[in-house]
């Protein structure tokens, strides 16, 4: 059963109020000083181990999605820890559950940076949920590092962002699109942030481009009745869907698209919420043909890659898959390894600081981390499902793209960000 809801609608900031009112843990042994907010840290960096947190929904709706993250976290500690640890500390790992709900994953992430002293916080998926813990980060000045794509148009200096941002996966992908001579689109989403968001700038894209955005529909989560939808879809004229539904409605939206004889020659999808991981859930016979818009697949051809699929594979069972949100985890331990070694501390401000160029050779590629909005480089790639269910590219940018959260450098999205 499959649950990809990644994008739901933030939890006003009073829910956490009591949270933050929660006092310090206090300062420990070691780096002790205040940072910028003037929070006071109790990281313990005096003896041979520092600890690090996870935060992913171990349990509810999203439980199918970021156990399999948790999974590649623990891979990169593991590895870390193998040779040698960060400045020759061993990572402790502190794993909490967010249980798939906002408040719970505010609640958990105090508790780590208050009560466990964590140096640095790994996870959360859906925009709730890091929107819910952002306040957190901010105020105790720490850091998060969010592995998952997102509708962009947000920053802090608190959050590392590894997956991709609108510039690095819906914008590429219209324009794929465009170039495949697509000029009419249907616009296919769930009910929440995300897809709301992805289609107000799919929207201005449009109008700039050529393009007209024949339908749009919005369904709420976990929705399985697709017959009108879908009857909308086959006979909107639309030459492509550009798909935002999250969960189990892409397996039901899918079936009903199948079911009226529409294909991926007569009207592709492109989707940007179906992974490897969701595959099968959705079923590889209602997939094969279809189009997917991520930055990392299973089957990409490079060495870092190689070891990467072999490595999971070996910890985690030979029949598994890999992902962009596990990979864009996995590449997130490392860059915050590069960024405390580069700075010589665990301390927040001075990690920020040396933050800027910090590179890895991920499986994905070399990514660069941007100090001015603590996002990263990332190659955009439209992939197409084959009938093993893995994904395979079929065009990818040529270069790294930078990430442009705000879309600052089109002048179609101006007063998008508002």
Same mark, same amino acid.
């Given at each position: 059963?499959?649950?990809?809801?990644?994008?739901?609608?933030?939890?006003?900031?009073?829910?956490?109020?009591?949270?933050?009112?929660?006092?310090?843990?206090?300062?420990?042994?070691?780096?002790?000083?205040?940072?910028? *907010?003037?929070?006071? *840290?109790?990281?313990?960096?005096?003896?041979?181990?520092?600890?690090?947190?996870?935060?992913?929904?171990?349990?509810?709706?999203?439980?199918?999605?970021?156990?399999?993250?948790?999974?590649?976290?623990?891979?990169?500690?593991?590895?870390?820890?193998?040779?040698?640890?960060?400045?020759?500390?061993?990572?402790?790992?502190?794993?909490?559950?967010?249980?798939?709900?906002?408040? #719970?994953?505010?609640? =958990?992430?105090?508790?780590?940076?208050?009560?466990?002293?964590?140096?640095?916080?790994?996870?959360?998926?859906?925009?709730?949920?890091?929107?819910?813990?952002?306040?957190?980060?901010?105020?105790?000045?720490?850091?998060?590092?969010?592995?998952?794509?997102?509708?962009?148009?947000?920053?802090?200096?608190?959050?590392?962002?590894?997956?991709?941002?609108?510039?690095?996966?819906?914008?590429?992908?219209?324009?794929?699109?465009?170039?495949?001579?697509?000029?009419?689109?249907?616009?296919?989403?769930?009910?929440?942030?995300?897809?709301?968001?992805?289609?107000?700038?799919?929207?201005?894209?449009?109008?700039?481009?050529?393009?007209?955005?024949?339908?749009?529909?919005? #369904?709420?989560?976990?929705? #399985?009745?697709?017959?009108?939808?879908?009857?909308?879809?086959?006979?909107?004229?639309?030459?492509?869907?550009?798909?935002?539904?999250?969960?189990?409605?892409?397996?039901?939206?899918?079936?009903?698209?199948?079911?009226?004889?529409?294909?991926?020659?007569?009207?592709?999808?492109?989707?940007?919420?179906?992974?490897?991981?969701?595959?099968?859930?959705?079923?590889?016979?209602?997939?094969?043909?279809?189009?997917?818009?991520?930055?990392?697949?299973?089957?990409?051809? /490079?060495?870092?890659?190689?070891?990467?699929?072999?490595?999971?594979?070996?910890?985690?069972?030979?029949?598994?898959? /890999?992902?962009?949100?596990?990979?864009?985890?996995?590449?997130?331990?490392?860059?915050? =390894?590069?960024?405390?070694?580069?700075?010589?501390?665990?301390? /927040?401000?001075?990690?920020?600081?040396?933050?800027?160029?910090? *590179?890895?050779?991920?499986?994905?590629?070399?990514?660069?981390?941007?100090?001015?909005?603590?996002?990263?480089?990332? #190659?955009?790639?439209?992939?197409?499902?084959?009938?093993?269910?893995?994904?395979?590219?079929?065009?990818?940018?040529?270069?790294?793209?930078?990430?442009?959260?705000?879309?600052?450098?089109?002048?179609?999205?101006?007063?998008?960000?508002?």
């Amino acid at each position: 059963m499959l649950h990809r809801n990644r994008r739901l609608i933030a939890v006003p900031l009073a829910v956490l109020t009591g949270t933050l009112a929660l006092s310090s843990c206090g300062a420990k042994a070691g780096e002790t000083t205040a940072g910028a *907010s003037g929070a006071q *840290s109790c990281v313990d960096t005096s003896g041979d181990s520092v600890k690090v947190g996870f935060i992913n929904s171990l349990s509810g709706t999203m439980a199918i999605s970021e156990t399999t993250v948790s999974e590649s976290l623990k891979m990169a500690v593991d590895e870390i820890n193998a040779a040698g640890g960060v400045m020759g500390k061993k990572l402790d790992v502190v794993a909490e559950d967010g249980a798939s709900e906002p408040a #719970t994953f505010a609640e =958990k992430a105090e508790k780590l940076v208050r009560q466990d002293c964590v140096a640095a916080v790994f996870g959360g998926w859906t925009s709730s949920s890091r929107k819910a813990m952002l306040p957190v980060f901010e105020t105790n000045n720490s850091l998060l590092f969010y592995p998952v794509q997102y509708e962009g148009l947000e920053s802090s200096p608190n959050i590392y962002y590894t997956g991709a941002t609108t510039n690095q996966q819906i914008i590429p992908a219209l324009d794929w699109l465009k170039e495949q001579g697509k000029s009419k689109i249907f616009l296919v989403g769930s009910d929440y942030v995300f897809p709301r968001t992805a289609n107000k700038i799919i929207n201005a894209y449009a109008k700039a481009n050529g393009m007209t955005v024949v339908g749009e529909e919005y #369904t709420p989560l976990g929705s #399985t009745d697709f017959t009108t939808i879908a009857n909308k879809v086959a006979s909107s004229g639309a030459d492509a869907v550009f798909n935002t539904l999250n969960g189990d409605s892409n397996v039901a939206f899918f079936r009903q698209y199948r079911s009226l004889g529409l294909s991926p020659e007569t009207m592709p999808v492109v989707s940007v919420s179906i992974a490897e991981e969701e595959v099968s859930g959705v079923g590889v016979e209602n997939l094969v043909g279809q189009y997917t818009a991520w930055d990392y697949y299973q089957t990409l051809d /490079t060495p870092a890659n190689t070891k990467f699929v072999a490595d999971f594979k070996a910890a985690y069972g030979a029949d598994r898959v /890999t992902s962009d949100p596990m990979e864009a985890a996995y590449t997130s331990v490392y860059l915050w =390894k590069a960024m405390v070694e580069k700075a010589g501390s665990f301390e /927040t401000d001075a990690v920020n600081e040396a933050a800027d160029g910090v *590179s890895f050779d991920a499986p994905e590629g070399t990514v660069v981390v941007d100090g001015d909005n603590n996002h990263i480089t990332k #190659t955009p790639r439209i992939g197409q499902v084959d009938s093993t269910g893995l994904i395979n590219t079929v065009w990818s940018a040529p270069e790294p793209v930078e990430p442009d959260p705000y879309l600052k450098s089109y002048p179609w999205a101006a007063g998008i960000a508002g």
